[in-house]
Antibody, heavy 121, light 110 residues
């Protein structure tokens, strides 16, 4: 079955970096857009970034533009999120998700179980 | 402040029907598909409705979606206690080139 498993979360200090990974299985990873979406504790969903199936098109939320970088390795069926200059407001559960609608047509399914990133001094 | 506005909470009795609204400017809602997500307590969100009114095959027909120029609506009939969850609408914001979500609605089945 389709499975997405995130890893790499943890506790970091403000200004530090962290790299999240998402291992995909059960589908042809290279056929799909992929997303990162986050959820601060007790808050709603916030979309973070999209990457196209080939990696040629990338989109970011304004709140992370210039600090976060999304990438993928289709040979390894893996999605990544490099997070630099982390701030307290980046504290959240980060979900990896498959986007099967493409840009402009959000069909986000399934979602991974999430990995918690805590930014605190 | 979310670009898409949802009521913070709704409630209804088991077996009843409830609707959850998702409103935004016509420039966002009218020209873009809306999807809906269910987040049960302590779990990851799940796609309920896509392209305004379509259901993935595993989603029962108790769940429905509709859309007008400036709002979308999620309907749930035959409410069950297992439907207690947070529900989010989402769409593409063409001007920002980002996906935007509503603030979420907590459904309580009394």
């Amino acid at each position: 079955q389709v499975q997405l498993v995130e890893s790499g979360g943890g506790l970091v200090r403000p200004g530090e970096s962290l790299r999240l990974s998402c291992a995909a299985s059960g589908f042809t990873f290279s056929d799909y857009y992929m997303s990162w979406i986050r959820q601060a504790p007790g808050k709603g969903l916030e979309w973070v970034s999209y990457i196209s199936s080939t990696g040629s098109s990338i989109y970011y939320a304004e709140s992370v533009k210039g600090r976060f970088t999304i990438s993928r390795d289709n040979g390894e069926n893996s999605l990544y999120l490099q997070m630099n200059s982390l701030r307290a407001e980046d504290t959240a559960v980060y979900y990896c998700a498959r986007e099967w609608g493409g840009v402009g047509v959000p069909r986000i399914d399934p979602w991974g179980q999430g990995t918690l990133v805590t930014v605190s001094s | 402040q979310s670009v898409l506005t949802q009521p913070p909470s709704v409630s209804a009795a088991p077996g009843q029907k409830v609707t959850i609204s998702c409103s935004g400017s016509s420039s966002i809602i009218r020209h873009n598909y809306v999807s809906w997500y269910q987040q049960l307590p302590g779990t990851a969100p799940k796609l309920l409705i896509y392209d305004n009114d379509k259901r993935p095959s595993a989603i029962p027909d108790r769940f429905s979606g509709s859309k007008s120029d400036t709002s979308a609506t999620l309907g749930i009939t035959g409410l069950q206690t297992g439907d207690e969850a947070d529900y989010y609408c989402g769409t593409w914001h063409s001007s920002l080139s980002t996906v935007v979500f509503g603030g979420g609605t907590k459904l309580t089945v009394l």
